[in-house]
């Protein structure tokens, strides 16, 4: 599902984001990123996104070679990517449902085609009880939970979290990663970027290590 084969990423300035990473993510794996603050996980989240694109190597995501891809096929790759951040992200002067549809209105659905998605996405996180309120009205794990309902929404093949647990205490963080199990379960790919390292530790999956923008280990964890 990824590959990056000896991917570098620098900056004017001359700072060096990644240097020389290579790595296999496959179909229906999922694993975490870590490593310390600026050690390149939000570089590398973002070349995957194509947010940014690498100044050496070659990234690879879902069959697609991301330097050979053009502008105009950017939103159809991203559309197979759901992305779930520290900070939720969300917009307070709407429902909860209507932040978990935003995907699906911008990619051109009509609300009587996507209202089942929007509700079987919230049951999943279990908060469909509460898509008719406001997000500001929520916990912060609950509000962590409209977010991740949002990046699933579009039953991406791919999904990325960014500190998805920066904010929330340790049980509500286990809550959290729980869920990204369970939607690993049903075969979507998952890569989450995390400096908890205890928690990521408990969960006991394959650990990608940075530092200072390598890759310095890659440990299956069983």
């Known amino acids: 599902m990824i ?107 009509s609300p009587g085609d996507f209202v089942g998605r929007v509700r079987a996405a919230l049951d999943m996180v279990g908060l469909l009880s509460k898509e008719k309120l406001s997000p500001v009205v929520l916990s912060g794990g609950e509000q962590q939970r409209v977010g991740l309902a949002r990046a699933v929404v579009n039953r991406p093949a791919l999904l990325l979290a960014d500190e998805p647990t920066g904010n929330l205490d340790p049980q509500l963080s286990t809550e959290i990663m729980k869920l990204f199990e369970n939607f690993n379960q049903v075969g979507v790919t998952v890569l989450i970027a995390s400096h908890d390292l205890a928690l990521v530790a408990r969960m006991r999956h394959r650990i990608l290590t940075l530092d200072h923008g390598r890759l310095v280990a890659d440990q299956e964890v069983q």
């Open 3 to 109: 590959r990056f084969d000896g991917v570098s990423k620098r900056y004017p300035g001359g700072h060096v984001g990644l240097e020389q990473v290579s790595f296999h993510l496959g179909r229906g794996e999922i694993a975490f990123l870590t490593g310390h603050s600026g050690a390149g996980k939000s570089t590398l989240m973002k070349l995957i996104m194509l947010l940014e694109r690498v100044s050496a190597g070659q990234v690879w995501v879902g069959g697609y070679n991301l330097q050979a891809l053009k502008n105009s096929r950017i939103p159809y790759l991203r559309r197979n990517i759901g992305v779930v951040f520290q900070d939720h992200q969300l917009l307070f002067d709407r429902t909860v449902f209507e932040n978990v549809a935003l995907p699906l209105l911008i990619a051109g659905y």
